[in-house]
């Protein structure tokens, strides 16, 4: 059972008029569902109720329709229509005991209004500050206005109250919340009582916070969510001054979320930021209140949770993504399980989903969003179908996770490596500069494997369909893997275009083999994601030149979507490699590449010693090809079904791989549904009309 170093993590604490049955708090998290996937989002938050979670909140929810953020979907509260939907997601929250939290969020300067086309209203007129660069400005609110916000927070919290809610958080964080522009210079340039000094900044907080405490505060806890440092230099809401205001306003609400800068510095990667590193940041501010605080840090260790507690440093741990990615932590804890704990890698794939507009996924749970579209439980499979045996061939990622899967669901399993170690493309990608954390993939899996009598797994197996037919397992998943492209097809190239034979060229692979460059390298990044930007890092440290071409307007442009981007970027400047942005590789000759303008053609010379090429990846589908070819020796080898899955079947990011994994495990020995669709989506009523 659970470790006594871990009780204080189980201690009740209060928030105002209610009391959370621990110290697990899961702060608002987006989910890319909101309101067009409100089941899927409600039945995903259950799962966390069901890990033991003590609160659990909802994403950001637009508390009024003067205020919204398309094209990003959240949740809505606009009318009393949306009370139901958001009733669904509270009852499914305080399952199991937690309280339920809505976060109402009102954008201001953040909302561009692009659906409801309202003029939108901040604190200060200003352009609207997305990550659209939306060409809209706002309008100050004027002393009506104010009157009609506070009058509308009200109301919210009212709806909140019947939509079943036990707390409220009012946002004031990430640059998102109306609550941060008045306090923040960089957005309050109001010259009457609500601009000017901290106090007069403080006064819509403090006004809205009474008249919530008048409506519902005798039933439902307030909570504050503000960044603990604008992260803007002198003009933003310092860390200094966040003390300042918290200590002025000590009993304000009856909690405060403390969260950091922008989302980008908040969901920090695990390339780039530690477990804990908000740490200096909150140090102390427990002290400047007398009501208990929340903080983030990726965190996924229990010692490191207690720590935090016992030091005095926080009162509650705060976490999204370690919650995505095992909402079973603090159960876990509690039944002295910590080396089940499936730790978040800090990849950041989840906020893609917010990000895409599509929905969220996880590398380290693929059951994530899909809790109620497939009705996946995050610790439970399905019981096992008929068959009885599988053959599982590659150990990366996707392989290892059907293994896993499988060998839950009770069948055996023979999972073939052709190489001596497990995880495949993570094996190798965990050692990259700053990747070690994505190491986690490989290592939660090798320990369940170990721990299930029904896997075997065979090293320096590399199998063919000879050896296949010849062992006759009833089912076969291929996970086989890719490799990457030498002759740079991708996106600007869809066909080989010339090379010269005397140019060393390089792909990713061969990197990662150790073979690596030397002298002046153009790294030509047609992938777009982490891969090229990760490796023109470890050439830097190799001590070579490097020059990044690419064809698109950012480095690693995908992780925009990641939230990386900009510190992708910033990296990369710092270590001395030069951007070529816009510019795609027309030719290489022996001792250069020829570039040339994605607009205009314009070609250019430059010399250089050495290129990698970071296209695209060849899956590695011949021996599912083969098999294919010998169907009909099929039925005398005891082969029932041959399925390719992750990489070798189409390349994508890792936790793609493990979805495929999962979802073989899953539908294994599944009825044929012909051309239905796989999963379960909600279609909005048509109103009458
Ligand atoms: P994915 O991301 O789809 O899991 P990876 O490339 O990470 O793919 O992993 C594929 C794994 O499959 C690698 O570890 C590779 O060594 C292994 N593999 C590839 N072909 C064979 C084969 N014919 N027999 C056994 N293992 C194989
Ligand atoms: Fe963590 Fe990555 Fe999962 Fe997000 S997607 S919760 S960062 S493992």
Same mark, same amino acid.
């Given at each position: 059972?659970?470790?006594?170093?871990?009780?204080?993590?189980?201690?009740?604490?209060?928030?105002?008029?209610?009391?959370?049955?621990?110290?697990?708090?899961?702060?608002?998290?987006?989910?890319?569902?909101?309101?067009?996937?409100?089941?899927?989002?409600?039945?995903?938050?259950?799962?966390?109720?069901?890990?033991?979670?003590?609160?659990?909140?909802?994403?950001?929810?637009?508390?009024?329709?003067?205020?919204?953020?398309?094209?990003?979907?959240?949740?809505?509260?606009?009318?009393?229509?949306?009370?139901?939907?958001?009733?669904?997601?509270?009852?499914?929250?305080?399952?199991?005991?937690?309280?339920?939290?809505?976060?109402?969020a009102y954008s201001g300067v953040n909302g561009?209004?692009?659906?409801?086309?309202?003029?939108?209203l901040a604190v200060s007129a200003q352009p609207i500050r997305t990550?659209?660069?939306?060409?809209?400005?706002a309008?100050a609110l004027?002393?009506?206005?104010?009157?009609?916000?506070?009058?509308?927070?009200?109301?919210?919290?009212?709806?909140?109250?019947? #939509?079943?809610?036990?707390?409220?958080?009012l946002y004031g964080a990430h640059g998102f919340g109306i609550f941060q522009h008045f306090l923040s210079r960089a957005t309050n340039h109001r010259g009457d009582?609500y601009g000017g000094s901290l106090e007069n900044r403080s006064r819509f907080a403090q006004?809205v916070?009474?008249?919530?405490?008048?409506?519902?505060?005798?039933?439902?806890?307030?909570?504050m969510r503000v960044s603990l440092d604008e992260s803007i230099g002198d003009l933003g809401f310092s860390n200094a001054e966040v003390r300042e205001f918290i200590?002025m306003n000590?009993?304000l609400?009856?909690?405060w979320?403390l969260a950091q800068g922008t989302w980008e510095d908040c969901?920090?990667?695990?390339?780039?930021?530690?477990?804990?590193?908000?740490?200096?940041l909150?140090?102390?501010?427990?002290?400047?209140?007398?009501?208990?605080?929340?903080?983030?840090?990726?965190?996924?260790?229990?010692?490191?949770?207690?720590?935090?507690?016992?030091?005095?440093?926080?009162?509650?741990?705060?976490?999204?993504?370690?919650?995505?990615?095992?909402?079973?932590?603090?159960?876990?804890?509690?039944?002295?399980?910590?080396?089940?704990?499936?730790?978040?890698?800090?990849?950041?794939?989840?906020?893609?989903?917010?990000?895409?507009?599509?929905?969220?996924?996880?590398?380290?749970?693929?059951?994530?969003?899909?809790?109620?579209?497939?009705?996946?439980?995050?610790?439970?499979?399905?019981?096992?179908?008929?068959?009885?045996?599988?053959?599982?061939?590659? #150990?990366?990622?996707?392989?290892?996770?059907?293994?896993?899967?499988?060998?839950?669901?009770?069948?055996?399993?023979?999972?073939?490596?052709?190489?001596?170690?497990?995880?495949?493309?993570?094996?190798?990608?965990?050692?990259?500069?700053?990747?070690?954390?994505?190491?986690?993939?490989?290592?939660?899996?090798?320990?369940?494997?170990?721990?299930?009598?029904?896997?075997?797994?065979?090293?320096?197996?590399?199998?063919?369909?000879?050896?296949?037919?010849?062992?006759?397992?009833?089912?076969?998943?291929?996970?086989?893997?890719?490799?990457?492209?030498?002759?740079?097809?991708?996106?600007?190239?869809?066909?080989?275009?010339?090379?010269?034979?005397?140019?060393?060229?390089?792909?990713?692979?061969?990197?990662?083999?150790?073979?690596?460059?030397?002298?002046?390298?153009?790294?030509?990044?047609?992938?777009?994601?982490?891969?090229?930007?990760?490796?023109?890092?470890?050439?830097?440290?190799?001590?070579?030149?490097?020059?990044?071409?690419?064809?698109?307007?950012?480095?690693?442009?995908?992780?925009?979507?990641?939230?990386?981007?900009?510190?992708?970027?910033?990296?990369?400047?710092?270590?001395?490699?030069?951007?070529?942005?816009?510019?795609?590789?027309?030719?290489?000759?022996?001792?250069?590449?020829?570039?040339?303008?994605?607009?205009?053609?314009?070609?250019?010379?430059?010399?250089?010693?050495?290129?990698?090429?970071?296209?695209?990846?060849?899956?590695?589908?011949?021996?599912?090809?083969?098999?294919?070819?010998?169907?009909?020796?099929?039925?005398?080898?005891?082969?029932?079904?041959?399925?390719?899955?992750?990489?070798?079947?189409?390349?994508?990011?890792?936790?793609?791989?493990?979805?495929?994994?999962?979802?073989?495990?899953?539908?294994?020995? #599944?009825?044929?549904?012909?051309?239905?669709?796989?999963?379960?989506?909600?279609?909005?009523?048509?109103?009458?009309?």
């Amino acid at each position: 059972m659970r470790d006594p170093r871990y009780d204080i993590l189980f201690e009740p604490v209060q928030i105002g008029p209610v009391t959370a049955k621990n110290r697990f708090y899961q702060v608002p998290h987006c989910n890319g569902g909101g309101y067009r996937d409100p089941s899927a989002a409600a039945a995903m938050r259950g799962a966390k109720a069901e890990g033991g979670w003590g609160v659990i909140f909802t994403e950001q929810c637009e508390m009024h329709h003067s205020s919204e953020i398309t094209p990003f979907i959240e949740l809505r509260l606009w009318e009393d229509k949306d009370i139901p939907m958001l009733r669904r997601m509270s009852e499914a929250m305080k399952g199991h005991g937690a309280l339920a939290g809505i976060q109402l969020a009102y954008s201001g300067v953040n909302g561009p209004n692009l659906y409801t086309k309202e003029v939108p209203l901040a604190v200060s007129a200003q352009p609207i500050r997305t990550f659209t660069n939306d060409p809209v400005q706002a309008r100050a609110l004027d002393k009506t206005d104010i009157r009609d916000l506070r009058r509308w927070f009200v109301t919210a919290a009212k709806r909140s109250k019947l #939509a079943g809610f036990d707390l409220i958080c009012l946002y004031g964080a990430h640059g998102f919340g109306i609550f941060q522009h008045f306090l923040s210079r960089a957005t309050n340039h109001r010259g009457d009582e609500y601009g000017g000094s901290l106090e007069n900044r403080s006064r819509f907080a403090q006004e809205v916070v009474a008249d919530i405490r008048d409506a519902v505060g005798d039933t439902m806890g307030l909570t504050m969510r503000v960044s603990l440092d604008e992260s803007i230099g002198d003009l933003g809401f310092s860390n200094a001054e966040v003390r300042e205001f918290i200590e002025m306003n000590r009993d304000l609400p009856d909690l405060w979320d403390l969260a950091q800068g922008t989302w980008e510095d908040c969901s920090g990667p695990s390339r780039f930021t530690e477990e804990a590193s908000q740490q200096t940041l909150v140090q102390g501010i427990r002290e400047l209140t007398d009501r208990p605080i929340v903080g983030v840090g990726r965190f996924t260790s229990p010692d490191v949770m207690a720590k935090m507690i016992r030091s005095g440093t926080l009162d509650f741990i705060g976490c999204a993504r370690p919650s995505i990615a095992d909402p079973f932590l603090p159960k876990k804890i509690e039944e002295g399980r910590i080396e089940d704990i499936r730790e978040c890698i800090g990849c950041n794939i989840c906020i893609t989903g917010d990000m895409t507009m599509s929905i969220s996924r996880c590398t380290q749970n693929p059951t994530f969003m899909e809790e109620w579209r497939k009705g996946w439980h995050p610790e439970t499979m399905n019981v096992k179908g008929e068959s009885r045996s599988v053959l599982v061939v590659g #150990a990366g990622p996707a392989g290892l996770e059907a293994t896993r899967a499988l060998a839950d669901r009770g069948y055996d399993v023979a999972l073939a490596e052709a190489g001596t170690t497990l995880g495949g493309r993570v094996a190798r990608e965990r050692l990259l500069p700053g990747l070690s954390a994505w190491g986690r993939v490989v290592d939660y899996r090798e320990y369940q494997i170990r721990q299930k009598p029904n896997v075997e797994t065979y090293f320096d197996s590399a199998l063919d369909a000879e050896n296949i037919l010849e062992f006759g397992f009833e089912h076969v998943c291929l996970a086989t893997g890719a490799h990457w492209r030498r002759d740079g097809v991708a996106r600007q190239h869809v066909v080989p275009f010339p090379t010269d034979a005397a140019m060393p060229l390089f792909t990713p692979d061969d990197l990662m083999d150790g073979t690596l460059p030397t002298g002046h390298v153009v790294v030509y990044d047609d992938d777009h994601y982490y891969m090229g930007g990760v490796l023109a890092e470890l050439l830097v440290q190799k001590g070579c030149n490097v020059t990044l071409v690419t064809p698109a307007a950012h480095v690693s442009e995908w992780t925009l979507n990641t939230l990386e981007q900009h510190e992708i970027h910033r990296r990369l400047a710092k270590m001395g490699v030069t951007v070529e942005l816009n510019r795609g590789v027309t030719a290489v000759g022996a001792r250069h590449v020829e570039t040339n303008c994605m607009f205009t053609d314009t070609r250019r010379e430059m010399a250089c010693d050495a290129v990698l090429l970071v296209s695209s990846r060849v899956e590695h589908n011949g021996v599912y090809k083969d098999l294919q070819a010998h169907k009909a020796a099929w039925a005398d080898a005891g082969i029932k079904s041959v399925t390719l899955i992750g990489d070798a079947n189409a390349p994508g990011p890792i936790a793609w791989a493990t979805y495929a994994g999962h979802r073989y495990a899953r539908e294994l020995d #599944a009825p044929d549904i012909g051309d239905a669709l796989s999963f379960r989506r909600e279609i909005t009523e048509l109103a009458v009309d």
